[in-house]
T-cell receptor, first 111, second 112 residues
Framework: QKEVEQNSGPLSVPEGAIASLNCTYS??????FFWYRQYSGKSPELIMF??SNGDKEDGRFTAQLNKASQYVSLLIRDSQPSDSATYLC???????????WGAGTKLIIKP | DTAVSQTPKYLVTQMGNDKSIKCEQN?????MYWYKQDSKKFLKIMFS???????INETVPNRFSPKSPDKAHLNLHINSLELGDSAVYFC???????????FGPGTRLLVL
């Protein structure tokens, strides 16, 4: 089992709808969770991070954590074509805080 | 002003050559990283330095040697380049090991 798993996609969502991206992790000691967005040919850029004490909303983006089931999700409301990118989930290992990355989910927003 | 910069942006070279990639950050961070992203887009940590000291050294061939002359710089030297080294190499920095990581633009290495 990989430490951080994401569905590679592509996930196709119509413009204006809610895009839901999921990430599962194996280390129960993990306490920091990050979502990065990577456009083709560009470097990853941080969208949001959450700690083990709750969910977080920032504009159209909401990150939710379910520690019991060991998954973290990213919701994008009112999806725009500019949201089309690969979304990378990263989780800190509980033992040494090293950031472990998922392989990313490719999101396509269709106009 | 670029926060994390890398040079060169593109690197095309022959098998067996030795090459270096340089990284600089002006964010005042104390931790820097090298990542390799292959054609399948998987981001894999290679090395991490905190205050110029190596703290993460993943299973990487010893042909790869990082060097951190100071907290703001982390270079990567690669000896005897192989075809499988072709990838995008990203430098990143953070404040502490738990801090958010900020990435440079990447160096696209192609070994022929």
């Amino acid at each position: 089992q990989k430490e951080v798993e994401q569905n590679s996609g592509p996930l196709s969502v119509p413009e204006g709808a809610i895009a839901s991206l999921n990430c599962t992790y194996s280390d129960r000691g993990s306490q920091s969770f990050f979502w990065y967005r990577q456009y083709s040919g560009k470097s990853p850029e941080l969208i949001m991070f959450i700690y083990s004490n709750g969910d977080k909303e920032d504009g159209r983006f909401t990150a939710q954590l379910n520690k019991a089931s060991q998954y973290v999700s990213l919701l994008i409301r009112d999806s725009q074509p500019s949201d089309s990118a690969t979304y990378l989930c990263a989780v800190n290992r509980g033992s040494n805080y090293q950031l472990i990355w998922g392989a990313g989910t490719k999101l396509i927003i269709k106009p | 002003d670029t926060a994390v910069s890398q040079t060169p942006k593109y690197l095309v070279t022959q098998m067996g050559n030795d090459k270096s990639i340089k990284c600089e950050q002006n964010l005042g961070h104390d931790t820097m990283y090298w990542y390799k992203q292959d054609s399948k887009k998987f981001l894999k940590i290679m090395f991490s330095y905190n205050n110029k000291e190596l703290i993460i050294n993943e299973t990487v061939p010893n042909r790869f040697s990082p060097k951190s002359p100071d907290k703001a710089h982390l270079n990567l030297h690669i000896n005897s380049l192989e075809l499988g080294d072709s990838a995008v190499y990203f430098c990143a920095s953070s404040q502490g090991e738990l801090g958010t990581q900020y990435f440079g633009p990447g160096t696209r290495l192609l070994v022929l």
